[in-house]
């Protein structure tokens, strides 16, 4: 049994979100009843301070919060990662660590780490086996159909809590949370975990990935499960540009999907084109 971190939910003593299950049972007609659950503030504090229980309820003591996240890796890489790979260069695997966290939300060139660290690819290639097997990173692959061409292959993957990310960029406050320069993929790690967490939590089946083809099209989440695919596109904004959905329209086409979502901070849930919907991520 994988336990998550404290989902939006549980941080915040909501009720389930019918999210899932109007997904599952295929009620895409009915998603504009969902209605708003939580603040801009709330969200961001969730996304800042993440998901650990001792963490997230201790946010308003920054020494405190400082303190247990370096217990944390100091128990996780001196203690937990040696007893179970007893051969590990520790030093080297901390400095992947924090290398994983300027990573999280991007392609994952193996060359450019096993560079930087100066071990080969195969050693970094089993350092990542290592960390997403302890839950600490989520490796999604890259969604690919025999038809499709021009697809990139390479993985893309984030570290799963974003309090993790943000403690290990030293991003300490919702101010400097917001105007970092990597907000956009933090947020993107954000959203993605509390859908993925969110199927699982009500044992709805789904298999994830990311999509992206050489000419820079790009959808940040594709699901597959008992209701079909559906390609989700994350935004950190209020608002849409329509030339900003053209990968997303393209392969609700192409692959005939029932419907695409888009999540941002929008104030409603609205529809963007016959088969395209506008999610607030305070509504799910």
């Not at 939580?38 to 961001?44: A, E, F, N, S």
């Not at 247990?68 to 937990?80: G, K, L, V």
């Not at 960390?131 to 159909?145: D, K, Q, V």
């Not at 290990?168 to 954000?190: C, M």
Request: glycine letters at 6%; a positive charge.
């Amino acid at each position: 049994m994988e336990l998550s971190p404290f989902l939006l939910e549980e941080s915040w003593k909501k009720k389930p979100s019918d999210f899932y299950q109007l997904i599952s049972t295929q009620q895409f007609s009915s998603l504009d009843i969902l209605e708003t659950r939580y603040t801009k503030t709330q969200l961001y504090t969730s996304c800042l301070y993440g998901g650990y229980p001792d963490h997230f309820l201790n946010r308003e003591n920054q020494l405190f919060t400082g303190q247990w996240m370096e217990n944390y890796f100091q128990t996780y890489i001196a203690r937990d990662i040696r007893r179970l790979f007893p051969g590990i260069a520790s030093q080297t695997f901390r400095r992947f660590v924090k290398m994983m966290a300027f990573a999280s939300g991007q392609i994952i060139n193996f060359s450019n780490f096993a560079r930087s660290l100066d071990v080969s690819q195969p050693t970094v290639k089993s350092y990542f086996s290592i960390a997403e097997g302890t839950f600490l990173w989520r490796m999604l692959p890259s969604f690919n159909i025999n038809y499709v061409k021009r697809i990139v292959k390479m993985p893309r993957g984030h570290i799963r809590d974003t309090g993790l990310i943000t403690s290990l960029l030293n991003i300490h406050s919702i101010d400097a949370l917001v105007s970092h320069p990597d907000f956009g993929r933090i947020w993107e790690s954000f959203i993605i975990e509390q859908l993925i967490q969110g199927f699982k939590k009500d044992l709805i089946p789904i298999n994830t990935s990311y999509y992206r083809t050489h000419d820079g099209r790009e959808i940040d989440l594709i699901l597959e499960g008992p209701f079909g695919i559906i390609p989700i596109e994350i935004k950190a904004g209020s608002t849409v540009r329509s030339s900003s959905l053209y990968a997303i329209k393209a392969f609700i086409e192409t692959h005939s999907c029932p419907i695409g979502i888009v999540i941002n901070q929008s104030g409603e849930v609205s529809m963007l084109s016959a088969r395209l919907i506008q999610i607030p991520a305070s509504y799910l």
